[in-house]
């Protein structure tokens, strides 16, 4: 007895829980309601009670705009209390087509660092879009430079060993800036109020030192950092680095890389000739060119022979901006550089974000990079290659008839689904309260099984949930164009398929009663599975309609006060009671 007692304050405590639930302050998305009265009621109808929400509230009811008075679609200031309070107001219920928060929309996800909107580079390659889908969780990307310093914002990015092949040390400082900006296009922390963004920000940099302080690198040294970067798990490797020799030692470790799946990236070079330098110029390498600020090839970059995609590296009006350090001082700062070296790792951020959208083999990143671009029609001498870095499209192109994990949270967080406010602030249809309907089903279940013992079968269980939450997951689910009302029935327990049918939350009092679980049972009783469905159902309509008068008691016809509360109570009692008669001339289990 103490258990049940337990169990039965734990079930209504949730409820009075979510009953208050609605009042707690919680991220808003609005601060105005929408009214949208029926066409058929009179003018004066609709001014008497706009007057009636003006002096109640202070604030004078207006059209949306001027185009609204043919729909009758008012706008007025109002929180979640207010809207209870409309929608629970029998003369605004009955007048109205439905009472609404205004919602605010917004655009695609787009950083706080307040120096973002310096970064016209990342608004030419159409990087929001991307990061619509994802932000390089996952990929390491390999900077093989003049080392990376932790700069202020870089501080957020996750880094992995790397290793400083100029000094045989474990630890890469950067003593000239050029590797830390590079590391900042590719993984700059993002979103966290502070200077500037990354591409790929969920990335891990692996920082590999092979160029000294005057900017300078042997060929053995870049070779042995691509061997370090694709035997320690790196997935993209970026070099904005070359020469005009060709080295076989070095074009053995990037063939290396690549067979190990690793996607290569280098900088075509900066001397305007018409060829890329090495490594840029190996077939499984990523050349990349330099736009300047107006889209066009950076007078800098070289172009021709070997060049497969171009990308921002500044020039004209604009560089290209990142944190990085000083280095007279070595002190941190943020600073504007220009190259094709400032080009490559865009590429690589790009090609990090494609490796989170689970393309994994390097020649298909290159082919989805290449294919994504936005190709220039005009260019004889190859300026381009394939044409300008589009992120955007690239991610898209990639996840094209894919289906993971990942869509299904997005849809979940873009449908609202993972808004506590979707929720808690949903009526019959929210979660908590099905879950509390549930538990309470089989609370009573329990009870009545103490005193009339019968088993515990599977078309018991079936009744418990029918009869108490129906497929509430399924409520909200709409694909595409299908109509609605299938999905809307499936996600309905009994008590609401009235209001499931006529698309409304308001419980339809022939519905939310003993009537179909009498007529079940009535049906059933003398069947042997059948029966203990029809029995779990009565006691699960019960659990439904007990909750709902505590939570929601919004009956058509009853209205939302003590009447109501009393109607569903009073059939949750005669639901209850239903079922009692029904297994007690049968004590076997089901």
């Not at 076989?248 to 067979?259: I, M, P, S």
């Not at 110029?281 to 022979?305: C, E, M, W």
């Not at 019959?428 to 009573?444: E, F, Q, R």
Request: hydrophobic fraction near 45%.
């Amino acid at each position: 007895m103490k258990k049940l007692l337990l169990l039965a304050l734990a079930v209504l405590g949730l409820s009075l829980a979510l009953w208050n639930f609605q009042g707690l302050a919680v991220s808003r998305d609005y601060d105005t309601l929408i009214l949208d009265f029926r066409e058929d009621v009179p003018a004066a109808q609709v001014e008497e009670l706009l007057g009636a929400i003006a002096q109640q509230t202070g604030d004078q009811p207006r059209l949306n705009s001027k185009f609204s008075g043919a729909d009758n679609v008012y706008v007025v200031a109002g929180d979640r209390a207010a809207l209870r309070e409309l929608r629970r107001t029998k003369p605004f219920r009955t007048a109205t087509e439905f009472i609404e928060p205004n919602y605010r929309y917004y655009n695609r996800f787009r950083p706080n660092d307040p120096d973002y909107s310096q970064q016209w580079n990342f608004q030419s390659i159409n990087l929001e879009k991307a990061w619509d889908e994802t932000k390089g969780a996952g990929v390491t990307v390999a900077v093989i430079d003049t080392g990376v310093s932790r700069v202020p914002d870089l501080k957020q990015t996750e880094f992995v060993p790397g290793y400083d092949f100029v000094h045989d040390s474990v630890e890469t400082p950067d003593d000239v800036g050029h590797g830390t900006h590079v590391a900042g296009t590719i993984a700059q922390s993002t979103d966290n109020s502070y200077g500037v963004a990354g591409i790929a920000y969920e990335a891990k940099i692996m920082p590999l030192k092979v160029l000294a302080a005057d900017g300078g690198g042997t060929v053995s040294d870049i070779a042995e950092a691509i061997k370090f970067a694709a035997d320690h798990d790196a997935t993209v490797i970026n070099l904005s680095l070359g020469g005009a020799g060709e080295s076989k030692l070095l074009e053995e470790a990037v063939n290396y890389a690549y067979d190990r799946g690793v996607v290569v990236v280098a900088a075509a070079g900066n001397e305007n000739r018409n060829s890329a330098s090495y490594p840029a110029r190996y077939p499984h390498v990523i050349s990349v060119a330099a736009l300047d600020s107006t889209g066009k090839k950076a007078d800098y970059s070289n172009f021709g022979a070997g060049v497969d995609i171009a990308a921002p590296g500044g020039g004209g009006e604009g560089r290209i901006l990142q944190n990085t350090i000083d280095p007279e001082t070595g002190e941190a700062i943020f600073a504007s550089f220009q190259g094709t070296s400032m080009a490559a790792p865009h590429v690589a951020g790009v090609a990090a974000l494609l490796k989170a959208s689970g393309v994994e083999e390097p020649e298909q990143v290159g082919q989805i990079l290449r294919e994504s671009a936005r190709t220039v029609t005009e260019d004889p001498l190859n300026h381009y290659g394939a044409g300008q870095l589009d992120a955007g499209a690239a991610v898209e192109l990639a996840r094209k008839g894919q289906f993971s994990p990942r869509d299904f949270f997005r849809w979940l967080r873009e449908n609202g689904y993972l808004n506590l406010r979707f929720w808690f602030d949903g009526g019959v249809v929210a979660l908590a309260p099905k879950l509390a309907m549930v538990l309470g089903s089989y609370l009573l279940a329990w009870l009545l099984r103490n005193y009339f013992p019968f088993g515990w079968s599977w078309s018991l269980a079936s009744g418990l949930v029918a009869g108490s939450s129906g497929l509430f997951f399924l409520r909200g689910f709409y694909i595409f164009d299908l109509p609605q009302a299938p999905f809307r029935v499936l996600g309905s327990s009994i008590p609401e398929l009235g209001g499931a049918v006529q698309g409304s939350t308001t419980l339809n009092p022939l519905f939310a009663s003993v009537l179909i679980p009498l007529g079940l049972i009535a049906l059933l009783l003398s069947h042997p599975t059948g029966k203990w469905f029809a029995v779990g159902t009565a006691l699960g309509v019960a659990s439904c309609l007990a909750i709902s008068a505590v939570i929601a008691p919004d009956v058509w016809l009853l209205g939302g006060g003590w009447l109501a509360r009393v109607y569903l109570l009073g059939n949750a009692a005669l639901c209850f009671g239903l079922a009692r008669l029904a297994v007690t001339g049968d004590r076997r289990s089901a």
